[in-house]
């Protein structure tokens, strides 16, 4: 491990015990999951924030869904989608084990079915980790749901640093897609965001209209 990864692993809280044990889980099944970083951040912003009304777009094992709901304040809520049947049971084990199943709402359809439609308005927070190539449609489906200086948060912007490097006529279409989507999120005219090199790189931003 790099100095300063383990440096801040060793310097911060240990993870919870059900947290590490999802998260494990996770990495034998080869899940893509958010890193434990961007887990703390989604965390951090929670409690900050008193979210207490969370759109979640990309459950899988409910890894990133479960680092937020320990942050939620009692009468705190989230929603998350993911058409995957198979891996959302197992989110659903460690919601209940962890004691947090009650307070969130798990719907098993593909986000842009369920977003034209979504009753919730007012949302605190939207994560969105999902389809890389849908995520410009989930941004324009999602914003409107967010409260004002609410924050939209999205994992993967960086993908592994390919992102990053100079296009290339072969590079594959997720790595397209993301830069696009960079270009669309970092300069909306709805939102104040910014890119941090957190995780797998991590947007955040406020809805400032
Ligand atoms: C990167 S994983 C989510 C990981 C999760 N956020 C975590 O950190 O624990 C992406 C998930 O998006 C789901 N997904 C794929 N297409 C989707 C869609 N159209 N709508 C919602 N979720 C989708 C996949 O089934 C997959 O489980």
Same mark, same amino acid.
């Given at each position: 491990?790099?100095?300063?990864?383990?440096?801040?692993? /060793?310097?911060?809280?240990?993870?919870?015990?059900?947290?590490?044990?999802?998260?494990?889980?996770?990495?034998?099944?080869?899940?893509?999951?958010? /890193?434990?970083?961007?887990?703390?951040?989604? /965390?951090?912003?929670?409690?900050?924030?008193?979210?207490?009304?969370?759109?979640?777009?990309?459950?899988?094992?409910?890894?990133?869904?479960?680092?937020?709901?320990?942050?939620?304040?009692?009468?705190?809520?989230?929603?998350?989608?993911?058409?995957?049947?198979?891996?959302?049971?197992?989110?659903?084990?460690?919601?209940?084990?962890?004691?947090?199943?009650?307070?969130?709402?798990?719907?098993?359809?593909?986000?842009?079915?369920?977003?034209?439609?979504?009753?919730?308005?007012?949302?605190?927070?939207?994560?969105?980790?999902?389809?890389?190539?849908?995520?410009?449609?989930?941004?324009?489906? /999602?914003?409107?749901?967010?409260?004002?200086?609410?924050?939209?948060?999205?994992?993967?912007?960086?993908?592994?640093?390919?992102?990053?490097?100079?296009?290339?006529?072969?590079?594959?279409?997720?790595?397209?897609?993301?830069?696009?989507?960079?270009?669309?999120?970092?300069?909306?005219?709805?939102?104040?965001?910014?890119?941090?090199?957190?995780?797998?790189?991590?947007?955040?931003?406020?809805?400032?209209?």
């Amino acid at each position: 491990m790099h100095d300063i990864e383990s440096y801040l692993e /060793s310097a911060q809280r240990p993870v919870d015990p059900i947290l590490l044990e999802l998260e494990q889980q996770g990495h034998r099944d080869e899940i893509p999951i958010v /890193s434990r970083s961007t887990g703390r951040l989604l /965390s951090v912003l929670v409690a900050c924030m008193q979210a207490n009304r969370i759109l979640e777009i990309g459950t899988a094992y409910g890894y990133s869904t479960l680092w937020m709901a320990l942050a939620l304040p009692p009468a705190g809520k989230i929603w998350t989608i993911d058409p995957d049947n198979d891996r959302t049971a197992v989110a659903t084990q460690y919601f209940e084990r962890a004691g947090v199943r009650d307070q969130i709402d798990l719907m098993n359809q593909p986000a842009l079915e369920i977003l034209p439609l979504f009753p919730q308005r007012n949302l605190d927070i939207i994560f969105i980790d999902a389809d890389k190539a849908e995520y410009e449609e989930i941004l324009e489906l /999602s914003l409107p749901l967010l409260k004002l200086s609410g924050l939209v948060v999205v994992d993967n912007l960086l993908w592994g640093g390919r992102v990053a490097q100079k296009p290339h006529k072969d590079d594959d279409e997720t790595v397209k897609a993301i830069r696009k989507f960079n270009k669309t999120f970092l300069n909306h005219p709805s939102l104040d965001a910014t890119l941090l090199p957190l995780g797998d790189g991590t947007g955040i931003g406020s809805r400032i209209r």
